[in-house]
């Protein structure tokens, strides 16, 4: 019996998060070397509709059926069903894997979404495109977040870097590019799990009770996130150093950044970075340093000495 095998890359927010939830722009990029993956495989003596899940990383082995809908595995199995018009699944088991850190802000629930249902779709003789694969990983997104900017659902289903912004109620601006000048990240988590909905709701309450000051704050980060798609055209990465270290300030005054993220910011940069900022979500989970060339190893040995509890050295291409 032939498996279906899918993968999807972490990302990282480069510059823009939380404003993006407010419809300003937002640079992304996946993480290739950490990735999700699901292989379905069927079972010929199983029940039609009987589908075993065996997530071992979130320590889950369960039966669809076990499941409540809100589940963001099930909702995944369900909403691939349902845009294929199928009324239940062949008998099969699922296995899902990933070495994203989860509640990281490295996209990891976004990306186990993407990968299980492109691989049941394959499974179920239907190869979902990207734009189907992004727009179902979107509605799971809601149930981990409340309510997403819908960046991370885009840049693991493109797997490409995105200059993102939200347009409601028309679709959201998608530009995928390429950066002509890789550059060095150090990606350290601090280890502490990152509520995003918990960072959103709280960033949205403070929004709605002081508006003038919260949309300046956007709007300077989104000065920083256009100022930024510049530089890496210009082939210029070198320039997004100080730009971090803006959008860093900015979210500690947004109030999602930690004491840790900003010992791991200022470690960083002591050890030599050109910029450092936190990603994604905040109050925990992880930052970014921009290396200069060769540095990526002694950077990540100082942020482990700074307490980080893993460091993940990439290029961005
Ligand atoms: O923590 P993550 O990786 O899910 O990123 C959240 C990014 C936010 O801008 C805070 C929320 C969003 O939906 O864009």
């Not at 992004?134 to 885009?154: F, M, Q, W």
Request: glycine fraction near 8%; charged fraction near 15%; charge should be neutral.
């Amino acid at each position: 019996m032939p498996a279906f095998t899918a993968t999807a890359p972490g990302k990282i927010i480069l510059f823009g998060e939380h404003a993006v939830v407010y419809g300003r722009p937002a640079i992304a990029v996946p993480v290739p070397a950490v990735r999700a993956r699901a292989v379905i495989s069927a079972n010929p003596l199983g029940a039609p509709g009987s589908v075993k899940i065996d997530a071992p990383d979130i320590e889950l082995t369960a039966f669809l059926s076990d499941l409540p809908p809100t589940h963001p595995l099930s909702a995944a199995i369900h909403g691939t069903l349902h845009q294929l018009g199928l009324p239940r699944s062949p008998a099969c088991s699922i296995k899902i894997t990933s070495t994203i850190p989860v509640a990281a802000g490295m996209g990891s629930g976004a990306a186990v979404t993407a990968a299980l249902v492109r691989a049941f779709s394959v499974f179920l003789g239907k190869s979902l495109p990207d734009e189907y694969v992004s727009a179902l990983t979107y509605e799971v997104e809601k149930i981990h977040h409340g309510t997403p900017s819908g960046v991370d659902n885009t840049v693991v289903t493109y797997a490409r870097p995105v200059y993102f912004q939200r347009r409601e109620p028309q679709p959201p601006l998608i530009e995928p590019f390429t950066i002509p000048l890789p550059f060095e990240l150090v990606i350290a988590d601090t280890g502490i799990p990152s509520s995003t909905a918990v960072a959103v709701g709280d960033v949205r309450a403070a929004w709605l009770a002081d508006p003038e000051r919260f949309n300046s704050l956007f709007d300077s980060v989104a000065d920083i996130v256009r100022a930024a798609r510049r530089e890496i055209s210009a082939a210029n990465p070198q320039a997004l150093g100080p730009l971090m270290d803006e959008n860093h300030r900015l979210l500690q005054k947004i109030g999602v950044s930690s004491p840790e993220l900003d010992r791991l910011v200022k470690a960083a940069c002591q050890a030599g970075a050109l910029g450092a900022k936190m990603v994604g979500g905040g109050r925990g989970g992880s930052m970014i340093a921009l290396a200069p060339p060769a540095a990526s190893a002694e950077i990540a040995s100082a942020l482990e000495a700074a307490g980080a509890a893993r460091t993940i050295p990439t290029v961005i291409a």
